[in-house]
């Protein structure tokens, strides 16, 4: 039996194909299923199974795609209530895949029909967690309803418990979730790599033996996550089709610099220094990057149902089609370029300062803001004395509650507060964008509360 792992480090998560040398099962794949068939295709391997853990909250599942492209079968839950075919699955129930064995064992608590997957091959096995035991950790228990939340944290004590029960200590295991996603929750290792029997031995679900205390402690770690979660489980229950990953034609200047009158979103990938330094007015600054923040922040944010235009440099905007499909997002308009004003040569550009905390220290008036765009449990845990808090995910609701004087803008890395600066900018607010890492503000001379 071999475990291939297909990383998805935008949204802290992974799918796994798990072969026999001969055939295949998929579980929980991601939207862009071609990352699957490439993997695939390279094992020599045929897909003959492919198998959810349970109903995403964090992204639009490949499954059913996948599943109708390879003929195979689609395990689902049969307490699952969804609207296309599958073979239902229920816990303790076993499917033969070649020479591998998978086993079926309910454990709820991340969702209500969460299940986790036990596959033995001979002497091997390997236990694939979806969003009950992460490394180090546990899938977080309040994505259902706020009443569900504390028994769905008991059931997930529980589960844990159960599942390390089921399977041997030297089983590979294989979460979904924990590496990076706002589906986990605690404390979690940082690991790449674990087993069972390391899990037993320092995850803190399993070895706290006070299950009350367990449940208090997480729900009081519990932070905000982002609002597209709650299109996510729609979309899985209708069944999801294919991913649009091909770049449309690109707007010509008229089109893009009409859309930016009506006020539409206009979304710039660039560097978010590029980006104050000269942009297109009424822009959003989503820098691109790596995509490891692009895809959770944008989702968060923005608007969920209005069309979008991502500007950039090809390799940028074919990343960002890639991952905003994978929430959701589908077909946005693309202008190709990295010059606003050879992009819209009669649309209005706009700048904005971009500094670091030396800056801050040494030009802020004292009549000026420094606005804070982290999360409130962020801010509490410590902040600069006199900062306001206004979270980004809750800026475009909150815009009236923003001061009128000049604001200098901050987050703990420079990310989310060049976002902020860029929609406070089109709400017409003065800002100055804070490019530094907060841990950096008090080396500087910021004085701190908390």
């Known amino acids: 039996m071999d475990v291939i792992a297909i990383e998805t480090a935008p949204l802290g998560d992974r799918s796994y194909v798990v072969h026999d040398g001969q055939v295949a099962l998929v579980i929980d794949p991601q939207r862009d299923t071609d990352r699957v068939e490439k993997a695939v295709a390279n094992a020599g391997v045929q897909i003959t199974h492919v198998a959810e853990t349970h109903i995403h909250n964090d992204y639009v599942t490949g499954g059913l795609q996948l599943a109708r492209d390879h003929h195979a079968v689609y395990l689902v839950n049969a307490a699952d209530q969804v609207d296309f075919d599958r073979t239902p699955i229920s816990d303790g129930q076993t499917v033969q895949i070649g020479k591998m064995t998978l086993r079926a064992v309910a454990t709820p608590g991340h ?55 089921e399977a041997t200590p030297d089983a590979g295991l294989y979460p979904t979730h924990g590496f990076g996603s706002f589906c986990s929750s605690g404390p979690a290792s940082g690991a790449d790599s674990s087993t069972v029997g390391e899990q037993i031995r320092s995850n803190h679900a399993l070895t706290d033996h006070d299950e009350d205390h367990f449940v208090q402690e997480l729900i009081d770690n519990l932070s905000a996550y982002p609002s597209y979660y709650a299109h996510m489980g729609a979309a899985n229950t209708a069944g999801p089709g294919p991913a649009h990953l091909d770049v449309p034609q690109p707007l010509d200047a008229e089109e893009l610099t009409a859309r930016l009158a009506h006020g539409e979103w206009v979304v710039d990938l660039r560097n978010r220094i590029a980006f104050a330094r000269d942009h297109l007015h009424g822009s959003a600054s989503f820098e691109y990057g790596d995509g490891s923040s692009f895809t959770t922040f944008l989702g968060w944010v923005l608007p969920w149902d209005r069309q979008l235009t991502l500007v950039g440099e090809r390799d940028d905007v074919e990343h960002a089609i890639r991952d905003l499909s994978r929430i959701g997002i589908d077909q946005p308009s693309v202008a190709l370029g990295s010059d606003p004003a050879a992009l819209a040569p009669r649309a209005a550009r706009s700048s904005y300062p971009s500094v ?30 006199g900062a306001i808090n206004l979270p980004l995910h809750e800026l475009l609701h909150r815009m009236g509650e923003v001061p009128d004087q000049r604001l200098w803008v901050h987050c703990g890395s420079g990310y989310r507060a060049s976002v902020a600066a860029s929609l406070l900018q089109r709400g017409g607010k003065d800002v100055v964008h804070i490019d530094g890492r907060f841990d950096d503000a008090e080396k500087a001379g910021l004085p701190m509360n908390g």
Do not use: C, K, M
């Not at 694939?128 to 059931?155: E, I, K, N, Q």
């Not at 008036?365 to 902040?383: C, G, S, W």
């Open 111 to 165: 969702t209500h029909h969460h299940l986790s997957y036990v596959v033995t091959q001979e002497s091997r096995q390997a236990v694939f967690s979806g969003g009950s035991l992460l490394y180090g950790s546990v899938g977080r228990t309040d994505l259902v309803s706020d009443d569900d939340t504390v028994p769905l944290t008991h059931a997930q004590y529980a589960s844990v418990r159960r599942l390390v029960e």
């Open 356 to 385: 670091g905390w030396e800056e801050v220290r040494a030009d802020r008036a004292p009549e000026d803001v420094i606005l804070d765009v982290r999360r409130t449990d962020e801010y509490n845990a410590q902040h600069i004395d």
